[in-house]
């Protein structure tokens, strides 16, 4: 897990995939981070990605840096516990100092590919 959030975290931002019914939606997200042998990112209550993800939490991460790019499916968990807010606070600054409208999800189940062209280059599972 550490050598994907490490290309992850190289790549800069990422994209994240969710759907709302049969829609699929794609948006940017600036910051993932590892604590507890976890990947973390963060959204914001008021914003429909929130409400895409309780209703339906399978999602896919992309990123890129130079020639190779990394695809990461598995689901999503919502994690309110506040040891995990007060050990990773820089993600709640980006959105809303203090917090309280972030809500912070970890990814489990999880595969990941990282290509080089059209070859898997590695794979892993966690």
Known sequence: MRE????LHRAGPCFLAVADGGQPHLRPIGSVRLFRDRLYFQTVRKKAVSRELHANPRVELCAVRGSMWLR???SAVLDADPAVSDAIPGLYALYNPGGADTELWYLR??????YDG???MK????
């Open 4 to 7: 994907v959030y490490d290309f």
């Open 118 to 120: 059209t070859e898997i």
């Open 109 to 114: 189940n999880c595969t990941a590919a990282l």
């Open 123 to 126: 794979l892993w599972r966690f």
């Open 72 to 74: 990461l499916n598995g």
